[in-house]
């Protein structure tokens, strides 16, 4: 792992989002939006397909025309500026690397149009490749690379030129499960090695949870909710975000006396509702509990699937108030298909919603 | 590994090769489809070829000569090669360079749509539309009594021949080997222009490049080996014409495929024989010329094409 380096440390700026529109025709792709990002920050745009996310990242990139509002980078309004003097770096999906340049080139190629003297240019460049493991690779050509290596010369290329800002469009989409990680991991070390302001667009809860220090979740061209990864797993403001972070299942239940009752248990809520309101409440897998059907607590049910993931498993169980539940457990407890078993929920105090 | 497992791997060798002999005899039995196309080729590609090349060095007894060689350095012979390249070369980079604005234009449009659609399907049709019909149908448009000739004069008092009527001399060819030549560049340089990547232009924008960094550094660099690919398919197109030629030019023949007629059918031409084969040898060296001009292009480019 190589240390920060002063040469191409530099801290990063604050980017904002001032209430920005983008309508292609009569379709809106962008709400208002509406975001704050501090100098420095790792942010992760997260959102199903056509929520906005790309569109919202282009538009910060200047290869989208906003329809209306500003965008600040370092509190300079860019809303009008080229793309080509944002000063910004991205790293695309599809590995934009140009064929006819090697390795090398393709990394000088930015400080090329900024007239880096060509020493200076060559020095960087492999200095930037080292950083991202791949100093040997120079003289290479992009179809002599993987998928992950291609990546890699393309966070160089876009990390080379010191920009403001690091754009992260959907990077590790194309690439298989292992690369994925090993990379997503090293954008993050080099992020926090250079403190470059980064904005990383996907579709990934897991990926953006990983990585993050905060994760703005969009929805039809607004942000639902942005929060810190925990924030948004353990605390969802919207049923989108619960929906969208992580596994659950929504469970109903009337609130009475400030409590209410699920899967057999009087639970306190964290926030009070009215009296006979229909509580909406999300429950993780890894909130409930599988117990023996003779011995055990919890509402009675039968087990539908149940799959093996290494240390632990999650088996789906299909409730007698005929609810399907996913619960997780020990990888050591192997119910059987069909197996009469109770579930029981393993907090004591949980946030319900009324919708 | 388990005594079961090195059996595995040391029967997959000969498992392989009994499958790969089983292979090349069943690829034999399809591969006998090409044998009436081979045939063809043989009987009339090659052989007259080899035919036409050897009978440029033999005269009319069939004795050894240089006398038809020599030939194509006789002022009359080097006029007509050297009508020949320039009509060639000229209408090769006028169709190039036209059809490849066409493509740039069609890149706007999507693959699907019906505009890009219809000028594809137009083109693979314009560019095999040459011969006796495209002839035709420029003399009945810009002939002398032409549609569009009559037309200009009647109600604009344009002459469109003031002087020499240039339809049926050599410059005449241009217009109607554009024709074909432009339609053959769009059909065969789109593909390679639509293989450029929008993130490409993209990610020279985001590295502060301009559009002219762009088609500089990245554009014309990648489509070179293309659009030199189209000129000397074109020219090769252009240089081998004939019955385009041979119905507009009224008088002499100003280009070699008609001179290789004259020489065909009157066997005194410049008082030799067998003065065809050497002029088709002559096409065939300066097409060879060509064709190492580009794979020597090909080479340059190779190492970064997969």
Same mark, same amino acid.
Request: with cysteine; charged share 10%.
């Given at each position: 792992m190589s240390d920060p380096t002063p040469t191409t440390q530099r801290s990063g700026v604050s980017v904002r989002f001032r209430a920005v529109t983008k309508e292609y025709g009569a379709q !809106? =792709? %962008?709400?208002g939006l509406d975001l704050d990002i501090q100098p420095g920050e790792f942010v992760a745009l997260l959102g199903?397909?056509?929520?906005g996310k790309t569109t919202a990242l282009r538009s910060l990139a200047g290869l989208e025309t906003v329809t209306s509002g500003e965008l600040l980078i370092d509190g300079e309004?860019? *809303? !009008?500026?080229?793309v080509n003097r944002r000063d910004l770096g991205m790293v695309f999906?599809?590995?934009?690397?140009?064929?006819?340049?090697?390795v090398i080139e393709n990394v000088e190629f930015g400080l090329r149009t900024r007239k880096v003297p060509a020493a200076e240019r060559t020095a960087r460049a492999q200095e930037m490749l080292d950083r991202v493991g791949? $100093?040997? @690779?120079?003289? !290479?050509? =992009?179809?002599?690379?993987?998928g992950g290596q291609q990546q890699r010369v393309a966070l160089a290329r876009a990390l080379v030129t010191r920009p403001r800002v690091l754009l992260l469009d959907?990077? %590790?989409? =194309?690439?298989d499960a292992k690369v994925r990680t090993q990379l997503r991991d090293e954008i993050r070390r080099i992020q926090l090695d250079l403190g470059i302001t980064t904005v990383f667009v996907t579709h990934d809860q897991e990926e953006a949870l990983a990585v993050a220090d905060r994760i703005a979740v969009m929805n039809s061209g607004k942000i639902d909710q942005i929060g810190t990864p925990e924030e948004l797993y353990r !605390?969802?403001? *919207?049923g989108f975000v619960a929906n969208f972070i992580g596994q659950s299942t929504l469970l109903t239940a009337l609130v009475h006396e400030g409590r209410i009752a699920l899967l057999g248990r009087e639970i306190d809520l964290t926030d009070p509702l009215p009296e006979g309101a229909l509580a909406r409440v999300r429950v993780r897998p890894e909130n409930l509990a599988l117990e023996s059907f003779e011995h055990g607590e919890g509402e009675p049910g039968a087990v539908v699937t149940t799959s093996f993931l290494g240390s632990l498993r999650r088996t789906t169980v299909h409730l007698d108030s005929g609810l399907s539940i996913v619960v997780q457990h020990s990888a050591e407890d192997t119910p059987e298909v069909e197996s009469r078993v109770r579930v029981r929920l393993l907090q004591d105090v949980v946030t319900a919603h009324v919708d | 590994m388990t005594p079961s497992g090195s059996a595995r791997t040391r029967r997959l060798p000969r498992n392989s090769g009994g499958a790969g002999g089983l292979g090349s005899a069943q690829r034999l039995i399809p591969g006998l489809g090409l044998v009436p196309f081979a045939l063809y080729v043989l009987i009339f590609l090659l052989i007259p070829t080899v035919l036409a090349l050897t009978t440029g060095f033999f005269n009319r007894s069939g004795a050894f000569t240089w006398d038809n060689v020599a030939a194509l350095v006789d002022p009359t012979v080097l006029s007509t090669f050297g009508n020949s390249l320039w009509i060639s070369l000229l209408t090769a980079a006028l169709g190039a360079l036209i059809g490849a604005v066409i493509c740039y234009a069609l890149l706007? @449009?999507?693959?699907?749509?019906r505009l890009r659609a219809s000028v594809e399907a137009i083109s693979s049709v314009l560019a095999q539309f040459g011969g006796v019909m495209l002839a035709f149908a420029f003399i009945a448009t810009i +002939?002398?009594?032409g549609l569009l000739t009559v037309l200009l004069k009647d109600v604009? +008092? @344009? =002459?469109?021949?003031? +002087?020499?009527?240039?339809?049926?001399?050599?410059? $005449? %060819?241009i217009l109607p080997y554009l024709y074909f030549q432009i339609p053959l560049m769009v059909l065969t340089f789109m593909p390679a222009l639509s293989g450029l990547k929008p993130a490409w232009t993209e990610a020279n924008a985001t590295l502060g490049g301009t559009s002219w960094t762009f088609w500089r550094r990245v554009g014309i660099p990648v489509l070179a080996p293309a659009f030199a690919g189209g000129f000397l398919l074109l020219f090769a197109n252009s240089f081998s014409a004939y019955a385009t030629a041979a119905a507009l030019?009224?008088? $002499?023949?100003?280009i070699v495929p008609l001179q290789i007629r004259t020489a065909l059918i009157s066997e005194t031409v410049l008082g030799r024989e067998n003065l065809a084969g050497a002029l088709a040898l002559g096409m065939i060296v300066i097409m060879i010329v060509l064709m190492l001009g580009y794979s020597a292009l090909q080479a340059r480019t190779a190492r970064w094409q997969k």
């Open positions: !809106r =792709a %962008l709400n199903p397909s056509g929520c309004d860019v *809303t !009008r500026v080229p999906q599809s590995y934009s690397l140009f064929p006819n340049l090697n791949l $100093g040997d @690779f120079a003289e !290479r050509f =992009a179809h002599q690379l993987s959907e990077p %590790l989409s =194309a690439l !605390r969802p403001e *919207t | 706007s @449009f999507s693959p699907t749509s +002939g002398v009594q604009f +008092g @344009f =002459a469109l021949y003031p +002087g020499e009527i240039w339809l049926y001399q050599m410059p $005449g %060819l030019i009224s008088q $002499g023949s100003q």
